[in-house]
């Protein structure tokens, strides 16, 4: 149903004003989302914009369902990165003028930062404010929710991050990861049901890898 000619008949912006002005650029930014709302809903909208972006995905356990989704989000001009090695061509993306986009609240394991998430330490990627602190270019957080059952959806932009916003802060990468974190959070207290609670955001806990290493050490002495 999304085309350049109808998609505002299903999508109101709010908030989105300055965040277009980021992209109309073409300087290249980064894009913040969660497992919130309709996230595939805005590789859609920008499509439908004109604006040629690339987004970093974890393929799929189920190979014919990534098969599907892949298919899907490359017909509306997405350009599709695996996770895995990609930091070397996202540089190359946002130094080229592209916004590239990160689905940014997964559990990052052990090796992960840990930054607070609804009042709890969650283990996150390193490599988003890297990335910024890399190519100097801002975060922009945003979020695309449903208004109702009849597709129609909200999409907005919670918060800009701007490189002179972290250049003088003692741990930058903490302060980016902690600032684009707590964004995300913003938009789900908005609308909580529309949040993937069932994602294991929690599940590493601080420490644990220290732990690991112990019990390892333990069971070769």
């Known amino acids: 149903l999304l085309t350049p000619s109808s ?3 299903y999508i109101r912006l709010k908030n989105f004003s300055e965040a277009l002005e980021v992209l109309l650029e073409d300087k290249g930014a980064i894009l913040v989302t969660g497992h919130y709302g309709q996230f595939e809903m805005t590789g859609y909208l920008f499509g439908c914009l004109g ?19 892949v298919r899907s989000r490359k017909s509306h001009g997405l350009e599709l990165l695996d996770k895995h090695g990609a930091m070397g ?18 559990d990052a394991g052990p090796k992960g930062l840990f930054v ?15 990335l910024a602190m890399r190519t100097n270019r801002p975060i922009i957080v945003g979020y695309a929710r449903r208004v109702n059952d009849n597709f129609s959806y909200e999409v907005g932009a919670t918060r800009i ?19 684009y974190t707590k964004a995300i959070e913003v ?25 690991r290493k112990k019990e390892k050490s333990d069971s070769l002495s």
């Open 7 to 9: 998609w505002t008949r």
């Open 51 to 69: 604006f040629d972006v690339a987004a970093v995905m974890r393929p799929l356990d189920n190979v014919y369902l990534n098969r599907y989704v």
């Open 89 to 106: 061509r996202a540089t190359s993306i946002i130094l080229d003028g592209r916004p590239l986009a990160f689905i940014a609240d997964q």
């Open 116 to 130: 607070n998430f609804f009042g709890q330490p969650a283990s996150t990627y390193k490599s988003i404010g890297l």
């Open 161 to 179: 991050i701007y490189p002179q916003e972290w250049a003088n802060q003692d741990q930058p990468l903490r302060w980016i990861t902690q600032a």
């Open 187 to 211: 938009a789900i207290r908005e609308e909580p049901s529309q949040y993937l609670w069932i994602h294991r955001r929690w599940k590493s806990k601080p420490g644990m890898r220290k732990n």
